[in-house]
């Protein structure tokens, strides 16, 4: 499955039912919402349906019961971050596993239960994707007159999130946590100043407990998307909520260098990339190694064997320094 820091966060805030159906009821169209029991959504685990699209994508899908029917509305619902003029088709794709999967079940069935599709976009552009499979097919009037309704097609709704004013984000009958993912996704990634961005947020910041569970969620998807100083963010949450605030913040921050170290481990080792430990070097040393520090490194590297690399790894910045330029290290 995919592990980009949009989908982690998004799909770790509307794994809540109730979240989503607060934000399903904001986007979808009134008439439609007045038709759904919303207090009675269920799941649908993705794997069930195909354990291959499981491990690729990132959807989410809900079955809500209509009030009057028996039959009930399935709901893919998925966020994106950048357009896709291929939605239409995954999403078909999906509904025709939904059905397959649907008549198994029930064996005896007659009509095929409704399904729509939902995309919350945070492209920075806006979505310009069609937003109906039939869009992308290549076709003249002539043709489209011949073919009429015989073709296969699958429209879906977009929630556009950079066209939405915050203001009716925040008006929306969502929690702080929803309200706070759909600001961070729309804005971190842009905004000119992080920590002011963060500020305009506190009311929410302020009503989005346990802080324990939730600040480390935005600080990983913060410190993932720009390039901020942990003791800058620390203070940041520290004069809008208090030390505790701060102190969750530097342990998350904390964390997340570990686990970059770890990983930059086991690139390195999987590599051997000199590259890789150029970067390594930048971080720990807080600066960029210079012309000679990289031809004495370039030199050396082609000489290491894997437990010097890893001996490297552990180097404090000092003595990493000292043996960059030192003329006798190997």
């Given amino acids: 499955m995919a592990n980009n820091p949009h989908d982690v966060l998004f799909r770790w805030a509307f794994a809540d039912l109730q979240r989503t159906a607060g934000l399903l009821r904001a986007v979808l169209p009134p008439g439609l919402v007045a038709m759904v029991q919303?207090?009675?959504?269920?799941?649908?685990?993705?794997?069930?349906?195909?354990?291959?699209?499981?491990?690729?994508?990132?959807?989410?899908?809900?079955?809500?019961?209509?009030?009057?029917?028996?039959?009930?509305?399935?709901?893919?619902?998925?966020?994106q971050s950048s357009c896709d003029r291929l939605m239409g088709l995954r999403f078909l794709d999906y509904a025709r596993l939904l059905w397959i999967k649907w008549?198994?079940?029930?064996?005896?069935?007659?009509?095929?239960?409704?399904?729509?599709?939902?995309?919350?976009?945070?492209?920075?552009g806006g979505w310009t994707a069609p937003t109906n499979l039939l869009d992308l097919h290549e076709t003249d009037s002539h043709l489209d007159s011949q073919l009429g309704a015989?073709?296969?097609?699958?429209?879906?709704?977009?929630?556009?999130?950079?066209?939405?004013?915050?203001?009716?984000?925040t008006g929306w009958e969502l929690d702080a946590i929803g309200k706070l993912t759909l600001l961070h996704l729309k804005h971190i990634r842009r905004c000119p100043d992080?920590?002011?961005?963060?500020?305009?947020?506190?009311?929410?910041?302020?009503?989005?407990?346990?802080?324990?569970?939730?600040?480390?969620?935005?600080?990983?998807?913060?410190?993932?998307?720009?390039?901020?100083?942990?003791?800058?963010?620390r203070q940041v949450f520290a004069e809008m909520l208090g030390r505790r605030a701060g102190d969750i913040v530097m342990t998350e921050a904390e964390r997340?260098?570990?686990?970059?170290?770890?990983?930059?481990?086991?690139?390195?080792?999987?590599?051997?990339?000199?590259?890789?430990?150029?970067?390594?070097?930048?971080?720990?040393?807080?600066?960029?190694?210079?012309?000679?520090?990289?031809?004495?490194?370039?030199?050396?590297?082609?000489?290491?064997?894997?437990?010097?690399?890893?001996?490297?790894?552990?180097?404090?910045?000092?003595?990493?320094e000292a043996w960059l330029t030192d003329p006798q290290a190997k």
């Fill in 103 to 124: 008549c198994a079940d029930n064996p005896r069935w007659r009509f095929l239960p409704p399904v729509t599709a939902v995309v919350v976009s945070h492209d920075p």
């Fill in 194 to 233: 992080v920590g002011e961005q963060l500020r305009v947020w506190k009311p929410w910041f302020e009503q989005a407990e346990p802080w324990e569970e939730v600040l480390p969620r935005f600080v990983c998807y913060i410190m993932s998307n720009r390039k901020v100083k942990d003791e800058e963010l």
């Fill in 150 to 169: 015989n073709r296969p097609d699958m429209g879906f709704i977009v929630e556009d999130l950079q066209r939405r004013e915050d203001a009716v984000i």
């Fill in 256 to 320: 997340l260098m570990a686990e970059g170290e770890k990983r930059g481990r086991r690139e390195g080792r999987q590599e051997g990339s000199l590259a890789l430990f150029v970067r390594f070097c930048r971080r720990r040393l807080g600066r960029d190694i210079t012309n000679a520090e990289r031809a004495v490194l370039t030199t050396r590297w082609v000489r290491i064997d894997q437990d010097q690399v890893d001996a490297l790894f552990d180097l404090s910045s000092e003595q990493l």
């Fill in 38 to 79: 919303w207090d009675a959504g269920e799941i649908v685990p993705i794997e069930l349906l195909d354990k291959d699209l499981f491990e690729k994508r990132t959807d989410l899908i809900r079955r809500y019961p209509l009030y009057g029917r028996r039959r009930r509305l399935y709901i893919i619902f998925e966020h």
